[in-house]
């Protein structure tokens, strides 16, 4: 199925006009499937760090929101271990006018603003709730390890 | 190179209009009135060393006490006699790099009475505060004696600011006693080179000032000229005009992308510096020619307007450069003068008069003409796309909450159960109908996008077949 003009104009504006901190490139042999990075907001446990992420956009997007997962390790209560993330936008809260690039900008915000109270990695949002500082020295620890650029 | 002659060459040889070089801040002249200011402070043995020594004295006071105590200072020098109680001035701290926020330019102008006063006892004639030198103190002693105390330079301090007086059991009984500080009179040094100084810097700025006034004036007019050639010349109404839309279009396109003077991204949102806008203009000109847009012209009218547009951009990055090197004079001028006097006046100064901003202003005003005079003539697809799909919104459906999508959009979103408005959820969609179609819409968008209409129109059509046949519909098509 050809590529509708939405896809092309958004991965367009991806390239021409980056968003600091964040780069998408697509897959040459499907145009749908992005390599993501974010980088670690300052200021945070994940600062220094280089996110991966794999993107893809459903046969129905924008109906459907884009599916998008972390490959890197990363220590934060709104993301499990499989890399999944916990964001009202990509699931109840989105909408066919929202875009990559605004979804990309809420992960950012995500990194920088964690919530444990509405966890999805359970164990890891009880450990940030019990001992904050803890929980946000390993986040950093892990950044060390698993997201070194 | 030192800067007087940077400046002067640049005022030379960079193409500024006559009157412009003319209302430059007069640099060379400015240096010599410091140069003799500096002579007449040394006169009354107030060189740089002496003054500067003062000034510590007083800051480290002040610091130590965290206290502003006029009492201790020795020395006053005022820029004008009665502003200690004008409004505060809203970002001061950029007033003097010209990105101010406030209205520098309406801000009303007082003439400038430079004083610099010290202290005397009112009995003895003793100076207020030592820390002077014997020789200097000496000097002014002599000095305070000789204008007398019936001198007009002795003045009687105006009763608005009473420090002091609040802990005096009582007002001064006679009036020859200041308020201010009871016992002392002020003595003013007569010095002249400084308001010749400063009335000389004032009247500079305010002719800037004017000149960008009336620059702006003229490119204002310049440009809604050029706004109604333009659409004249793309009147929609007139089938042949139809190719020349599409160029100017594109044209206006570039120009919007190209961000010269402002950026409109995420990781740039600045006002543009000259060199960075001239980088810019460069850019923008580049594609234009890569586009192969100037041969489309086939009218002189056409290629006439767009000269004229181009040469209006040139003005303005101007404009920009003319700002950013007067500006840059007015700095130094300002910090020669304290470096040679140490009176300490590039603290105060940007209180008494802003720069008038004469770059970024202009390039705003014009640049907001532009988009509302010129580039408005033509509407851009950007406009008038489709949140959803983003290409035209055609056939144009409003919903109830007034936004408008593609009709194409609005039926994948009621089969696939989206009730909810995409821009404001509000649950508009699932009741929209064949009334919500904007008639008024499609006939504008079918004036001024008459081949984007035809091919969403066709688009429109494909995939209304898809969803009755299945993709092998679309194989067919495009075998028909
Ligand atoms: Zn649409
Ligand atoms: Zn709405």
């Not at chain 2, 820029?79 to 409004?87: F, P, V």
């Given at each position: 199925m050809a590529l509708p003009k939405r896809i092309i104009k958004e991965t367009e504006r991806l390239m021409n006009e980056p968003v600091p901190g964040i780069s998408a490139v697509p897959h040459e042999d499907n145009l749908r499937y992005f390599d993501v990075t974010i980088d670690g907001p300052s200021q945070s446990p994940y600062e220094g760090g280089l996110f991966k992420l794999e993107l893809f956009l459903p046969d129905d997007y924008p109906m459907t929101p884009p599916k998008i997962r972390f490959l890197t390790k990363i220590y934060h209560p709104n993301i499990d271990r499989l890399g999944r993330i916990c964001l009202d936008v990509l699931k109840s809260n989105w909408s066919p006018a929202l875009q990559i690039r605004t979804i990309l900008l809420s992960i950012q915000a995500l990194l920088g603003a964690p919530n444990p109270d509405d966890p999805l990695a359970n164990d890891v949002a009880q450990k940030w709730k019990e001992d904050q500082n803890a929980a946000i020295e390993t986040a950093r620890q892990w950044t060390q390890e698993h997201a070194k650029p | 190179m030192k800067f007087g002659q940077t400046f002067k060459e640049a005022l030379k040889t960079e193409g500024f209009p006559p009157d412009w070089v003319e209302s430059a801040i007069s640099y060379s002249q400015l240096k010599k009135c410091i140069n003799r200011l500096t002579s007449e402070l040394a006169q009354v043995g107030l060189d740089p060393q002496t003054l500067g020594s003062l000034l510590k004295k007083v800051e480290d006071y002040n610091k130590a006490t965290e206290n502003d105590d006029v009492e201790s200072r020795p020395f006053e020098y005022l820029?004008?006699?009665?502003?200690?109680?004008?409004?505060p001035i809203d970002g001061n701290d950029n007033a003097a790099n010209g990105t101010t926020a406030s209205n520098g330019s309406s801000k009303k102008k007082r003439p400038f009475h430079p004083k610099l006063l010290f202290y005397v006892d009112e009995k003895t004639g003793d100076l207020h505060s030592a820390g002077l030198d014997e020789k200097t103190k000496r000097k002014l002693q002599m000095f305070a004696v000789q204008t007398g105390l019936s001198d007009i330079r002795v003045h009687e301090e105006s009763p608005r600011e009473s420090i002091a007086s609040t802990d005096l059991p009582s007002p001064p009984i006679n009036g020859h006693i200041s308020k201010r500080r009871p016992g002392y009179r002020t003595v003013e040094v007569p010095l002249t080179s400084d308001s010749e100084f400063f009335s000389m810097l004032a009247s500079e700025l305010s002719g800037l000032e004017r000149l960008q006034e009336r620059e702006e004036k003229r490119m204002h007019d310049e440009i809604a000229n050029l706004g109604m050639q333009v659409a004249k010349l793309t009147n929609?109404?007139?089938?042949?005009?139809r190719k020349l839309i599409a160029v100017w279009r594109q044209i206006f396109q570039i120009y919007l992308e190209s961000d010269i003077f402002f950026g409109t991204t995420e990781s740039d949102h600045s006002e543009h510096d000259a060199a960075k806008a001239a980088e810019r203009f460069q850019l923008f000109s580049q594609r234009i020619a890569e586009a192969g847009l100037v041969e489309k012209f086939k009218k002189p009218e056409n290629l006439k307007a767009l000269n004229t547009f181009m040469h209006i951009n040139q003005e303005i990055l101007q404009s920009l450069r003319f700002g950013e090197i007067n500006q840059t004079a007015m700095n130094k001028i300002l910090k020669k003068f304290d470096k040679q006097t140490a009176l300490d006046v590039k603290a105060t100064f940007p209180k008494q008069i802003a720069y008038p901003d004469f770059s970024t202003h202009l390039a705003k005003q014009v640049c907001r003409t532009i988009s509302t005079d010129l580039i408005c003539t033509i509407p851009q697809l950007d406009d008038y796309s489709c949140p959803m799909c983003m290409d035209l919104q055609w056939r144009p459906v409003r919903l109830r909450c007034n936004h408008v999508f593609c009709i194409r959009c609005l039926i994948v979103m009621q089969t696939n159960k989206q009730h909810l408005c995409p821009l404001c959820r509000e649950k508009t969609v699932i009741d929209a109908c064949s009334d919500n179609l904007d008639i008024e819409l499609a006939a504008y968008l079918k004036k001024w996008f008459p081949d984007e209409v035809k091919a969403k129109q066709k688009y429109n059509e494909l995939m209304a077949g898809v969803d009755e046949y299945g993709e092998v519909y679309k194989e067919k098509c495009s075998v028909m």
């Open positions: - | 820029l004008n006699d009665d502003d200690s109680e004008e409004e929609p109404d007139r089938r042949a005009n």
